[in-house]
């Protein structure tokens, strides 16, 4: 209550999220035989496209990765289409969303399997992230490009927005049987974070 007697609500400080999070939302990666709606594989075998493997850390700001990060992935299908509610009561089409954690690999990384998206008008394929860690007060935004798509990025609106010296920590390096890609949370390597 104020003076004059009115009611006047406000923001409320923020609380870091975790360290339980992961072990919540990912509970298959740890073992557990909780429910939960998404996993690391985001396209089923039928899933039309080309087959992609993504793997890589999270590194915090001294170069060691990180052990309870949990990301979130949202991305088109094959044909640069966004899957809309049809296709979410569908238990068998492309949903387009992914979530995995980094505490249950040894190495404390992650992997993402799926199809490789299409172009969605003028930006490059690529997959909107959402990571959540311990210690972060809010979740952080990016996106994965891919390198072998060199055309396309230098068409995206997107990429042009981010300076060109900060631009490769954007780009997922093809190798013969995967894409490597690290999200570095601070240092020289820092990873592009958006603000939305």
């Not at 923020?14 to 072990?23: D, E, H």
């Not at 080309?50 to 991305?75: C, F, H, K, N, S």
């Not at 490789?116 to 959540?132: D, M, S, T, Y």
């Amino acid at each position: 209550m104020t003076g004059d007697g009115s009611n006047l609500l406000l923001q409320t400080p923020s609380q870091t999220v975790g360290p339980f999070f992961a072990l919540g939302l990912t509970a298959h990666q740890y073992g557990h035989r909780f429910p939960q709606i998404a996993d690391g594989r985001i396209a089923r075998e039928e899933t039309p496209g080309e087959r992609i493997r993504i793997t890589g850390q999270v590194i915090d700001g001294a170069g060691a990765p990180i052990p309870d990060a949990m990301l979130e992935v949202w991305q088109a299908d094959a044909r640069g289409r966004y899957p809309g509610p049809r296709d979410f009561a569908d238990r068998t089409a492309f949903h387009g969303f992914g979530r995995v954690g980094t505490g249950t690999d040894p190495e404390f990384c992650f992997a993402i399997e799926t199809v490789k998206p299409g172009r969605l008008g003028r930006e490059a394929p690529h997959l909107n992230v959402v990571l959540f860690m311990r210690g972060l007060l809010l979740h952080a935004y990016t996106r994965i490009h891919f390198s072998d798509e060199q055309a396309a990025n230098a068409e995206c609106p997107v990429l042009a927005s981010v300076p060109g010296d900060r631009r490769e920590t954007l780009i997922a390096r093809r190798h013969p049987s995967h894409y490597a890609f690290d999200i570095h949370m601070q240092g020289p390597l820092e990873t592009v974070f958006f603000d939305l």
